[in-house]
């Protein structure tokens, strides 16, 4: 290799940041973008059309980076109060990394009806979706939670654990008391008057409302978890590896515990409220995507996926085994093979769903009268984070573990 040759992987391993990555890759956002609609992924991952943020993403983002910087803090200190005085510092760092989210509170923002609404994810497949059944709620999860609800609302304990306490392993307790949600109103109207080149009319209500809203989030969070009782082995990891000799699959997990003896439990936090259990799937396809390439990596099956909705304060654990996950990565290798032949035929179709109404590029979709633009020339490029999920949005800086 020339010096001025770009790094490659070795083989059987998974390229790092700068690094170039001859073969396919998937992230779960992709992959579920190409099974939603091949078009959506063609103008998501080659023509790279951009999309306006939502402020639900906007705010995800900030309470992803709060529930991060709650844990660095010692853990009698990680209280809902203390989680509500880190909601102004985490959101003047967005706006540092990304100024162009200032934008989203300079006019009002349109919220569809509930009539109109789509539903909160779609289906990734009935590898994903039949699966949910498995699954338990947390006794304390109200039993609307979905399928996992339904089928086992008192589940033995034993398919859950802690991160690492030196304790035995048992599942997470809520919090005692949640004031999160005052605590943020409370602070709102003074973080927004502190917040810089923010001085149109009405935009400081807004950012009001919005900065609430998080804390709305945070309560809900303090209600089914006791952050005091948790001590994550990572957060907002990177992980990827190589399937099938040629397959990069990659994400950011939220949160890995591990307990004593040495079981990982996966934890994703979810802005939304909890999707309806035919829309479930698509939240276990991400998490199975992480699990795979834990194990794959580590030699370890996660014994426990974990979703936590915060909006709606519930639990949704599912217990994976390794069968099925050879079975789901079979899943990835032929969703990805599908994807390089449409790549190889410039041939994306739409497919039209209820969620087309929240498309951003609906101008450029013959289900809309529109034309896609030229189908662009490719062009190797260095293997770059993952994109974010739906309830997030990509800074420009990656995030670090």
Same mark, same amino acid.
């Given at each position: 290799?020339?010096?001025?040759a ?15 990555? #001859?073969?396919?890759?998937l992230?779960? &956002? ?17 023509? $790279? ?9 906007? /705010? ?29 510092? &985490?959101?003047? $760092?967005?706006?540092?990394? *990304? ?5 989203? !509170? ?5 919220? @569809? ?5 789509? @539903?909160? %994810?779609?289906?990734a =497949?009935?590898?994903?979706?039949g699966?949910?059944?498995? =699954? &338990?709620?947390? %006794?304390?999860?109200? #039993? ?7 089928s ?19 599942p ?17 109207? %003074? ?14 209500? /807004? ?6 809203? %998080? ?6 969070? !303090? ?6 009782r ?5 957060? +907002? ?12 699959? $990659? ?27 035919? !829309? ?15 194990? $794959? ?5 996660? /014994?426990v ?14 217990? @994976? ?27 994306? /179709? ?17 289900? !809309?009268g ?10 190797? +490029?260095?293997?770059?984070?993952? *994109? ?12 670090? &573990?």
């Open positions: 290799m020339s010096p001025s770009d790094p490659q992987p070795q083989p059987g391993s998974a390229p790092g940041r700068g690094e170039r990555h #001859a073969g396919p890759s992230s779960p &956002s992709r992959a579920a973008d190409f099974k939603t609609c091949p078009l959506l992924f063609r103008f998501r991952t080659i023509d $790279r059309l951009p999309e306006k943020p939502t402020p639900d993403q906007v /705010r995800g983002t900030l309470v992803h980076a709060v529930l991060e910087s709650l844990f660095d803090l010692p853990a009698a200190e990680r209280t809902p109060a203390a989680a509500a005085a880190l909601v102004a510092p &985490s959101w003047a $760092r967005l706006l540092e990394q *990304e100024p162009a989210l200032e934008a989203l !509170f300079a006019e009002a923002v349109a919220t @569809p009806s509930p009539a109109a609404s789509p @539903p909160a %994810a779609t289906t =497949g009935p590898q994903a979706a699966a949910v059944s498995a =699954g &338990s709620v947390s %006794a304390g999860a109200p #039993a609307s939670a979905g399928p996992a609800a339904a086992s609302p008192d589940a033995p304990e034993a398919d859950a654990v802690t991160a690492r306490t030196g304790e035995t392993i048992e997470s307790a809520p919090a005692t008391t949640v004031p999160v949600a005052e605590a943020g109103g409370a602070r709102s109207a %003074a973080v927004a008057d502190t917040l810089p080149g923010l001085e149109a009319a009405g935009e400081a209500e /807004r950012i009001a409302a919005f900065l609430a809203g %998080a804390g709305d989030l945070l309560a809900g969070y !303090f209600a089914v978890e006791d952050p005091q948790l001590e994550p082995a990572e957060r +907002e990891s990177l992980v990827s590896t190589l399937v099938d000799d040629e397959l990069l699959i $990659r994400g950011y997990i939220d949160r890995l515990d591990i307990s004593p003896a040495g079981d990982l439990r996966v934890v994703d936090y979810k802005t939304g409220g909890a999707p309806r259990e035919a !829309f479930e799937g698509r939240a276990l396809f991400q998490l199975k995507f992480y699990a795979l390439v834990l194990w $794959r990596t580590r030699g370890v099956v996660p /014994r996926l974990r979703l936590l909705y915060l909006k709606d304060a519930e639990i949704c654990d599912y217990s @994976p085994d390794a069968a099925e996950l050879e079975r789901f990565e079979r899943t990835l290798v032929a969703l990805s093979q599908a994807i390089e032949r449409a790549k190889q035929d410039k041939d994306f /179709r739409p497919k039209p769903s209820k969620l087309c109404g929240w498309c951003s590029h609906q101008a450029f979709c013959p289900e !809309f529109g034309t896609p633009p030229p189908y662009p020339d490719p062009q190797p +490029e260095a293997v770059a984070p993952p *994109e974010a999920e739906d309830d997030t949005i990509t800074l420009p800086v990656p995030r670090q &573990s």
